[in-house]
């Protein structure tokens, strides 16, 4: 079965801090993506990667980056955290293609204070 | 501008109804169509899926609707059971794009 491992589970930091999530896929899927859900949002796309080394802009980009270390492992990064960065982060991967399955991890809550 | 619209937003069911959950859309390229289903403290996962050039897809208690006339979705659940109490995503994709365009999900709640 898939597996998504987002790290940590849960994050507080102050305004202006530095923050990194972490995400690792098992699948050997091609495609992974970051979404923030927020009550009122839904399920926003942040970035995605469709490989090691290259990134995708997705709907909200602004006030983050990410980077795609190996087909494994994929990181999102917030450099100067603000209090609207509020919000559950969830890593998903795919095999690719519109229409494949998204298989979500368990989120991770960041607070920022 | 919500690209895909869900609705209700909350619902209350009594155990063994049925559950109708709606969605409509305005990208007319749209053409692949799932449900997600999130328990708390958990990622979404999908629950059923159909494409434009199906009106209905079955899968056990779940059953969802496609209408592309009127761009609108929906997703029924018979014989409503308390496990199914959950919050459930619409959401869609067009040919050739990445990563999908949620609705603002309906949280379900199927009392014994």
């Known amino acids: 079965e898939a597996a998504v491992t987002q790290s940590p589970r849960n994050k507080v930091t102050v305004t202006g801090g530095n923050v990194t999530l972490s995400c690792r896929q098992t699948n050997s899927h091609n495609y992974m993506y970051w979404y923030r859900q927020d009550t009122g949002h839904g399920l926003r796309l942040i970035h995605y990667s469709y490989g090691a080394g290259n990134l995708q802009i997705g709907d909200v980009p602004d006030g983050y980056k990410a980077t795609r270390t190996t087909q494994e492992d994929f990181f999102l990064l917030l450099e100067l955290a603000s209090p609207s960065q509020t919000s559950l982060y969830f890593c998903?991967?795919?095999?690719?293609?519109?229409?494949?399955?998204?298989?979500f991890g368990s989120g991770t809550r960041l607070t920022v204070l | 501008q919500q690209q895909v619209r869900q609705s209700p937003q909350s619902l209350t069911v009594w155990e063994g109804g049925t559950t109708v959950l709606t969605c409509s859309y305005e990208?007319?390229?749209?053409?692949?169509f799932p449900w997600y289903q999130q328990f708390p403290g958990e990622g979404p996962a999908l629950l059923i899926s159909i494409l434009s050039v199906s009106d209905k897809k079955e899968d056990g208690r779940f059953t969802t609707f496609f209408n592309k006339r009127e761009k609108k979705l929906s997703l029924h659940i018979i014989d409503s059971q308390p496990g199914d109490s959950a919050t459930y995503f619409c959401a869609a994709s067009a040919p050739y794009a990445q990563g999908l365009t949620f609705g603002l999900g309906t949280r379900v709640s199927v009392f014994p």
């Open positions: 998903a991967s795919s095999d690719g293609g519109s229409a494949e399955t998204l298989y």
């Open positions: 990208d007319s390229t749209f053409n692949y």
